[in-house]
């Protein structure tokens, strides 16, 4: 309790002396620094070792660099492939696509806007379990499953979804828009909320048309909740798991064609019990989407105070 | 001034409350709200329980079948009213799958949090044997026992000669035939001796019905592996080696994938025969046969119903005359894990459940699985009706003793698991889906597992 | 509050109208089909495929009655959903409270440490559960939390990505306000919370639903923790549903289409809350 005294302490004498504004930003941002160290700090460093380590029950041995030589293979080259294309993919669909769709939902000449709204976000309350049967059953083999239903109505014969990269890959790219796109819809309007209608109006006043405001004032305006999305939608992309897990119905996908870095620490890690090698994998992750993240920020001055 | 003060404070002490953690302090094995009751779901005994002679004891089994748990809450019932003075209290639980066999590696791998009585399905048990095994030895109670019944089933969980498993079943891979597509195809499936009639036969369904004769799985591990197993060889031998591209093993991929080619079989839907969409292609009547094992029956009964009474159960084809005609496929191990405080005392109970005449009897009546004590099976309880002989009629156990001496062992150790992946998503698929030159692709899979 | 909009009735209006109704088919037609299926026995779900087909002679509430009645696999059902909501309404509140604390001192200050704080929610952010999933049980045995609801919420209250969202929130606010605030001698958490938690009513709602929503439907982790049946969450209960061996798919869906209720209840409740909290807003002023 020792910070809690010196804290009250602090803040006492700090805001005696009117620079309580230099207290005030650690005591915000103290739950986090606790949590971290505990919750996440601690039991990575523990991973950290655990990926030099063979770890067995009841025997534990010191490998080296072994686990990380050790990814120098196929499966890990297919789950990196997967993943990176997948967050790929996801970044032309998630962004662009629920960015110009919250506009339209947040014009004034929108009719049910609220409705719309509530039907896009709906998928997103469902919970991956349930999604991954229905879409099971969606993109199933059969003739009379819905996706063939529809080539039929093009004269395209039935495909085999779950079977191909391709087809896979788009089968999770429906799973991941149906899901994600409300969501980020959600985001985009919190922060067209908060623009004042009056710069839209001045500019309409000044002859822009609709594609020129939305160019100069939305876009712009819009930056900060714009790196936000495009961060959690990386991070969202290499994390993924459970759609693919579940759409492949827990079994391992044909050719490892729905296999993820995260279904691959799952699969080496608690499937085989190379809790080591699994280790490994995920430092590896961490890394990777670690400099992908840094690099994007930095390419948007996120490290700067916006004014 | 105050309220800098106040704020700071109420914040910390939230912190602190949180950090406290209130509710859980102490006793972390049942909380308050939670009184100790064998599962919520079934009423099976409400005080019956706790015997007026004293404590009844506490044991705690995880499972991923929730048949499993009511078989063993039933049996710890049966098992309190026989011995009161050993009475038991089983907590059991249901959980999915491989969140099951995660959380109880988490338990084991940690020391603490695991239960004392735990199923492990058969393709994750070589994970348990890896180091230490965290399993308790089960020797004293199965080698009185080993001359009854099937040895292979306790053997695939052991190690070193200790035993650390009792499967449920023997998972007797049988054929399944559509009896009323034989019929239209004019198919007598008592002609079918070897898999050199049952082609010929397929050609003739394909010609008379337009339908295949037979399904294969097109990402999984029942159509081959059985197969292979009938002529005595296996995907890793004693000795833990790979052993996927061995002549036998690339000759019988290789007649499988001729009859894709030639359309006597199929490719199953959904690329297993285990998924919802394969049951919906066989209710409709489109293929004339599978072969699966025992443990296949309750999903005809409960996905395929339309199928009722014309589906008969046969032995398998033999690849030469006078050959096997089964395969033990598939099964679930019971362990006690070595967190168990007394392990004795269940082991007693386990032994009531899964070795004696009555348990065995009972894993018939209640799971539909073919019990591992063979003398069991000539018991004239099993021809009893219940939903499995209503669906297939009463001579179930007649074709099962005709092939009780034809089922070889097989080999699980610890590179299984992932020889087990390996076949399935890519040896198989490449084979029965891009039609792939079996010697090649079971060789580079055999080349990848080194 | 928001002034009544006119609809005007133009082409484009009208073109957006269709799309927009076109969407929102597509989107709800999973849902309708479960729905649908729910009334119906599983085995028409696998031998038809997901279909909508209305068929009166085949659809009954039985799905449902097997939930109600309290038996067999779905025994428990009442009890998970109890869980849930439990579990969901507490960690909800405190990642809210916490959250936006830590994303306003982001947002807000310029201290020394910021970025490197702010690196390390990300840190954190990119960190799957799946890596630390065993320290974290161990640490969670020496806690003594095991099998408790605060084992579940703990670890992962202060969660990244509501500061992350909070922080580019604050970014925005007004920075005068603050200064106006001093002025009027409140103390810095005095600013905070009389002063900017009304101006961030917006994220607040947003990330209500989000975390309601992540909570509500947590697998891993909760599945890890707890211990007893009794103690399960309605994800882990409902999969227990679908198990290799023994599927209860009746039960699977009707119990699915119950869950995605309380969840709807929330996002329709602070929707509607966080859309008219906007316009009494800072910027007039």
């Known amino acids: 309790m020792q910070i809690e005294r010196e804290l009250r302490h602090n803040a006492k004498r700090g805001y005696r002396l009117g620079n309580s504004q230099k207290i005030a930003p650690y005591v915000f941002v103290l739950p986090f620094l606790l949590s971290f160290a505990v919750f996440f700090a601690y039991p990575l460093v523990n991973a950290g070792v655990m990926s030099f380590q063979e770890v067995l029950p009841g025997e534990v041995s010191f490998v080296g660099l072994d686990h990380y030589r050790g990814l120098w293979n196929e499966d890990f080259g297919a789950a990196l492939y997967n993943s990176s294309r997948y967050t790929l993919l996801t970044l032309f669909l998630l962004i662009p696509v629920p960015m110009v769709l919250a506009v339209f939902l947040n014009a004034k000449t929108m009719m049910f806007s609220n409705f719309f709204r509530s039907a896009l976000f709906i998928p997103a309350l469902t919970s991956v379990v349930v999604a991954g049967v229905v879409f099971r059953l969606i993109f199933g083999e059969l003739d009379g499953a819905l996706m063939n239903t529809i080539l039929h109505l093009f004269g395209i014969p039935s495909q085999r979804w779950l079977y191909s990269s391709s087809l896979g890959m788009f089968a999770l790219l429906v799973l991941a828009?149906?899901?994600?796109?409300?969501?980020?819809?959600?985001?985009?309007?919190?922060?067209?909320?908060?623009?004042?209608?009056?710069?839209?109006?001045?500019?309409?006043?000044?002859?822009?048309?609709?594609?020129?405001?939305?160019?100069?004032?939305?876009?712009?305006?819009?930056?900060?909740?714009?790196?936000?999305?495009?961060?959690?939608?990386?991070y969202g992309g290499y994390a993924m798991f459970t759609e693919s897990y579940m759409l492949w119905a827990g079994k391992p996908s044909p050719q490892n064609i729905g296999l993820t870095i995260v279904g691959y620490i799952y699969q080496q890690g608690f499937q085989y019990f190379n809790l080591g090698f699994g280790s490994a994998i995920g430092i590896t992750l961490l890394g990777i989407t670690l400099l992908v993240s840094v690099l994007q920020l930095t390419l948007s001055g996120m490290f700067k105070r916006e004014d | 001034m105050k309220k800098a003060f106040l704020c700071t404070t109420a914040l910390l002490l939230i912190l602190v409350m949180g950090l406290s953690g209130c509710g859980g302090n102490g006793n972390t094995e049942t909380s308050p709200s939670n009184p100790p009751a064998s599962n919520?779901?079934?009423?099976?005994?409400?005080?019956?329980?706790?015997?007026?002679?004293?404590?009844?004891?506490?044991?705690?089994?995880?499972?991923?079948?929730?048949?499993?748990?009511?078989?063993?809450?039933?049996?710890?019932?049966?098992?309190?009213?026989?011995?009161?003075?050993?009475?038991?209290?089983?907590?059991?639980?249901t959980i999915p799958y491989d969140d099951m066999h995660t959380k109880l590696l988490v338990a084991l791998q940690s020391g603490v949090g695991a239960p004392d009585l735990v199923d492990i399905e058969q393709s994750k048990f070589p994970n348990f044997m890896k180091g230490t095994p965290q399993l308790v030895s089960l020797n004293d109670m199965l080698e009185p026992e080993l001359g009854n019944i099937v040895k292979s089933r306790v053997e695939i969980y052991s190690k070193d000669n200790t035993y650390y498993g009792i499967d449920y079943h023997v998972g007797a891979t049988v054929m399944y035939y559509n009896k009323e597509m034989l019929d239209q195809a004019g198919i007598n499936p008592d002609d079918i001796k070897t898999w050199a009639d049952f082609e010929t036969a397929g050609k003739q369904m394909l010609e008379k019905t337009g339908k295949p004769m037979i399904t294969f799985e097109g990402n999984g591990n029942w159509s081959w592996w059985p197969a292979i197993s009938q002529q005595g060889s296996d995907q890793v031998d004693t000795d833990g080696k790979v052993t996927v591209d061995t002549p036998v093993n690339v000759?019988?991929?290789?007649?499988?994938?001729?009859?894709?080619?030639?359309?006597?079989?199929?490719?199953?839907?959904?690329?297993?025969?285990?998924?919802?969409?394969?049951?919906?292609?066989?209710?409709?009547?489109?293929?004339?046969?599978?072969?699966?094992?025992?443990?296949?029956?309750?999903?005809?009964?409960?996905?395929?119903?339309?199928?009722?009474?014309?589906?008969?159960?046969?032995?398998?084809?033999?690849?030469?005359e006078g050959g096997n005609r089964s395969a033990g496929m598939g099964g679930t191990a019971t362990s006690i894990t070595n967190q168990a405080k007394n392990p004795e005392d269940i082991k007693e109970f386990l032994a009531y459940a899964k070795l004696s005449k009555e348990g065995n009897l009972q894993i018939w009546k209640q799971l539909g699985f073919d019990p591992i004590r063979t003398d069991v099976w000539s018991?004239?309880?099993?021809?009893?009706?219940?939903?499995?002989?209503?669906?297939?009629?009463?001579?179930?156990?007649?074709?099962?003793?005709?092939?009780?001496?034809?089922?070889?062992?097989?080999?699980?150790?610890?590179?299984?698991?992932?020889?087990?992946?390996?076949?399935?998503?890519?040896?198989?698929?490449?084979?029965?889906?891009?039609?792939?030159?079996?010697?090649?692709?079971?060789?580079?899979?055999?080349?990848s597992l080194k | 509050m928001q002034p009544k909009p006119k609809f005007k009735f133009t082409p484009s209006s009208l073109l957006l109208l269709v799309m927009f109704v076109i969407l929102a088919a597509l989107m709800l037609f999973p849902l309708y089909a479960l729905f649908?299926?729910?009334?119906?026995?599983?085995?028409?779900?696998?031998?038809?495929?997901?279909?909508?087909?209305?068929?009166?002679?085949?659809?009954?509430l039985n799905n449902y009655k097997s939930i109600f009645s309290g038996e067999g696999a779905a025994g428990n059902y009442f009890g998970w959903y109890k869980n849930s909501l439990v579990i969901s309404a507490l960690f909800t509140l405190l990642s809210l409270l916490f959250s936006s604390m830590v994303g306003y001192g982001l947002g807000m200050y310029r201290f020394k440490g910021r970025n490197l704080i702010f690196t390390l929610v990300l840190v954190v952010m990119m960190i799957p559960v799946e890596i630390i999933l065993l320290p974290l049980y161990k640490l969670m045995i020496s806690l003594k939390l095991i099998n408790t609801i605060w084992g579940v919420i703990l670890p992962f209250i202060v969660a990244p990505l509501p500061i992350f969202f909070f922080r580019q929130f604050a970014l925005g606010l007004p920075r005068d306000f603050m200064d106006a605030g001093r002025m009027d001698g409140c103390s810095e958490y005095g600013i905070f919370f009389k002063i900017m938690v009304p101006l961030m009513a917006p994220a607040f709602g947003a990330i209500t639903i989000l975390q309601a929503m992540n909570s509500w439907n947590n697998f891993l982790w909760p599945l890890i923790v707890l211990r007893t049946t009794e103690q399960f969450t309605l994800p882990i209960g409902l999969a227990s549903f679908v198990s290799p061996l023994g599927n209860n798919y009746e039960a699977l869906i009707a119990g699915a289409v119950l869950a995605i209720l309380p969840i709807l209840l929330v996002f329709l409740f602070f929707q509607r809350y966080f859309m008219e909290g906007l316009t009494v807003g800072g910027v007039k002023g």
């Open chain 2, 40 to 93: 919520g779901g079934t009423k099976a005994e409400g005080g019956e329980t706790e015997p007026a002679g004293g404590e009844a004891q506490k044991v705690v089994f995880w499972t991923f079948v929730d048949a499993h748990q009511k078989f063993y809450e039933s049996m710890a019932a049966s098992w309190n009213e026989s011995h009161p003075d050993k009475a038991i209290e089983l907590e059991a639980t």
């Open chain 2, 251 to 320: 000759k019988t991929m290789e007649f499988f994938q001729k009859l894709v080619k030639e359309g006597v079989a199929a490719v199953a839907p959904g690329a297993g025969h285990d998924t919802e969409e394969y049951f919906g292609y066989m209710d409709s009547g489109s293929a004339a046969s599978v072969f699966m094992p025992f443990w296949f029956m309750n999903r005809f009964t409960d996905h395929i119903p339309d199928l009722k009474g014309k589906v008969i159960i046969r032995p398998m084809p033999a690849w030469e």
């Open chain 2, 379 to 447: 018991d004239p309880a099993m021809k009893e009706s219940n939903k499995f002989t209503d669906y297939f009629g009463t001579d179930i156990f007649d074709t099962l003793i005709s092939i009780k001496d034809e089922i070889a062992p097989v080999h699980i150790r610890e590179k299984s698991p992932e020889v087990f992946d390996a076949i399935r998503n890519k040896a198989i698929p490449e084979i029965f889906i891009d039609m792939k030159e079996p010697a090649k692709v079971l060789k580079d899979v055999q080349a």
């Open chain 3, 36 to 60: 649908m299926a729910s009334l119906k026995p599983a085995t028409e779900l696998f031998r038809y495929g997901l279909n909508v087909r209305v068929d009166f002679d085949m659809m009954s």
């Open chain 1, 177 to 234: 828009g149906w899901r994600w796109i409300g969501i980020n819809i959600l985001y985009f309007l919190s922060a067209l909320q908060s623009i004042p209608r009056e710069l839209y109006e001045a500019a309409e006043m000044d002859g822009a048309g609709t594609m020129r405001r939305f160019m100069r004032i939305t876009v712009p305006l819009l930056k900060p909740i714009t790196i936000y999305v495009v961060t959690i939608t990386i």
